[in-house]
């Protein structure tokens, strides 16, 4: 039966009453004509009563039926991908997809969830000849494979020829050294995560260990504004499913093995620390968390993962998380070029040996945001003035202009970014190529960062200004020397008021080590499930983040 109304759709909703002339009446609409005759109050109460109760009396499939004809119910609702059978609701509630395959079945939704009403076009071949052409490649190659059969001959004692291997081995660098001299492209960058910094870099000869990378390390008396820089890769082997669709610890082994192989060889990522995480005594994880090197989510996993430390702790690998490998690189305040060109070289060369899944949008990733290029940049900042003259909303929408955004740093399920510590980066990797990425990042910081130290020029010279910047401060000290129930996301608010009231020499007393110490523990605190055991458990951990605050400022 056709609906009375439209005469097009299927009639799903039948209404029987009596009019003023007692007269018997009949209507037979479909679910959209339905809902348009209650929002135009062209049906009584009791008539509305009659049409829900006739809803909630369908079986499932007829409800799912009548919603998607109502346009409350997408028809493609649970629509799920002919490979890996992801559905679409858990790609649009978690931005994640299972395989290249997803990304063509849900182009479409997948394009909306990303504010584009098409996906641009990924132009991975470009990206390549952006990063410079590499003319050392097969002098690399041969130095890999020389420093391979080096290892393998002292690893069997078999000396003579190690020393052969050896002298070879030091000819082909002195031949790659002269042709990188040569063509302009010098692997400058490529000890990145061996190199000690000076006290400008941020990295002294001793590492403190209770302190991440991201943080600034060296006795600096100058505004922290510009914190750090990162550059995230993400990548996935096309001859494996994605980490979650691995049906075994073996195969997450095997991808670990191809990877890691290859890694070995490279300068950026040779002598790095590994850790198995599910050998690893639960206890024993939290300290890798709690200095930055991965989520506590990525401990948690029942799985077979892995994680990978350089010696100065600015490179950090992760495989078999969300991607097959996850490379954080991390550096000083004004080495984002280095940083990127550290990446670049490292994806240049092990991106030959090994096949990375790649779909018709370009690379493919768990999370949706690091499909494309694969490739992110991003600046660290401190903007506790910005945040309180309420101005980073208004940043935030100028920022998309350039193709970027700005996020908390702290992962947090609270609406807005009205937070002290931020991380300024591309809103995804579909639009912008690396070049394009560190172009607009380095535009955009120094905007900030003026308009960061305006903002607190202004906080200082203005009398009623100075005033409420005072009163903050000194709350938020007070807070930390007192309180009994800190959560990490306000303690990390109170820790830059202080920052920011000790940098305006407000507070000359309090150590700035101290401040960073105390935030890597609130910015990897494990997450509280909204349940009667965890929220115990998270005002316990409230009070511990209370009592190391209070031992710290008094």
């Known amino acids: 039966m056709l609906c009375e109304r439209c005469h097009q759709a299927e009639a799903v909703v039948h209404i029987r009453g009596i009019n003023a002339k007692g007269e018997t009446q009949k209507l037979n609409l479909c679910a959209k004509c339905a809902f348009e005759e209650i929002n135009h109050g062209a049906l009584g109460s009791e008539e509305i009563a009659d049409i829900l109760k006739k809803i909630t009396e369908n079986p499932p499939e007829e409800l799912a039926k009548f919603l998607q004809g109502s346009g409350f119910l997408s028809p493609s609702e649970d629509t799920a991908c002919p490979r890996c059978k992801q559905k679409l609701s858990v790609v649009e509630k978690t931005h994640t997809i299972g395989c290249s395959e997803c990304l063509t079945t849900f182009h479409k939704e997948i394009a909306g969830i990303l504010d584009y009403d098409q996906l641009p076009q990924v132009h991975l071949a470009e990206q390549t000849a952006l990063l410079g052409e590499d003319k050392t490649y097969k002098i690399r190659q041969k130095e890999l494979e020389l420093q391979s059969k ?95 669709f691995l049906d075994s610890l073996a195969q997450e082994e095997v991808v670990k093995q191809e990877i890691s192989q290859v890694m070995g060889l490279l300068p950026l990522t040779a002598n790095m620390q590994a850790y198995s995480i599910s050998r690893m005594p639960v206890v024993a994880r939290g300290g890798l968390s709690r200095r930055g090197w ?61 096949n990375w899944l790649i779909g018709p949008d370009g690379y493919v990733c768990n999370h949706l945001e690091d499909c494309g290029y694969g490739i992110r940049g991003g600046v660290l900042m401190h903007l506790p003035a910005l945040t309180m003259a309420g101005q980073l909303s208004k940043l935030d929408n100028a920022c998309k202009t350039f ?45 900030l960062e003026q308009k960061e130290l305006d903002c607190r020029l202004h906080l200082q010279g203005d009398n009623l200004a100075r005033l ?5 401060v000194a709350k938020a000290y007070a807070l930390a020397r007192s309180a009994r129930l800190i ?15 000790q940098e305006l020499g407000m507070l000359p007393q309090v150590n700035r080590r101290q401040i960073f110490a105390r935030m890597a523990e609130l910015v990897f605190m494990p997450p509280v499930k909204k349940t009667q055991s965890a929220i115990t458990a998270s005002i316990k951990l409230a009070g511990l983040n209370a009592d190391r605050m209070r031992a710290t400022f008094n």
């Open 294 to 354: 991965c989520s506590y989510d990525f401990l948690q996993r029942g799985h077979n993962r892995y994680l990978m430390v350089s010696p100065n702790h600015r490179v950090i690998v992760r495989l078999c998380g969300g991607d097959h490998l996850e490379l954080d690189c991390w550096g000083g305040p004004g080495e984002l070029f280095q940083t990127a060109k550290a990446v670049s070289n490292f994806e240049r060369y092990l991106g030959r040996p090994l």
């Open 150 to 244: 080096l290892a393998a001959a002292v690893a069997s004692e078999a000396y003579e020829e190690a020393e052969k291997l050896k002298n070879l081995l030091a000819i082909v660098r002195q031949e790659r050294e002269r042709q990188g001299g040569q063509d302009g492209t010098p692997d400058d960058c490529d000890d990145w995560g061996t190199r000690v910094f000076d006290a400008e870099g941020r990295i002294g000869e001793q590492l403190d260990n209770a302190i991440p990378q991201w943080l600034p390390q060296g006795q600096n008396y100058l505004p922290d504004i510009r914190i750090s820089v990162r550059i995230a890769l993400r990548r996935n082997l096309a001859s494996h499913p994605l980490p979650q």
């Open 487 to 501: 959560q990490p996301d306000d303690g990390l608010n109170l820790l830059s008021m202080i920052w920011l009231g």
């Open 403 to 447: 193709g970027l955004h700005i996020r908390p740093f702290l992962p947090t399920d609270a609406d807005g970014i009205e937070h002290f510590l931020v991380m300024l980066e591309p809103a995804d990797c579909f639009k912008l190529d690396l070049q394009q990425q560190l172009s607009a990042l380095e535009k955009v910081a120094s905007i």
């Open 468 to 472: 409420k910047l005072i009163d903050s």
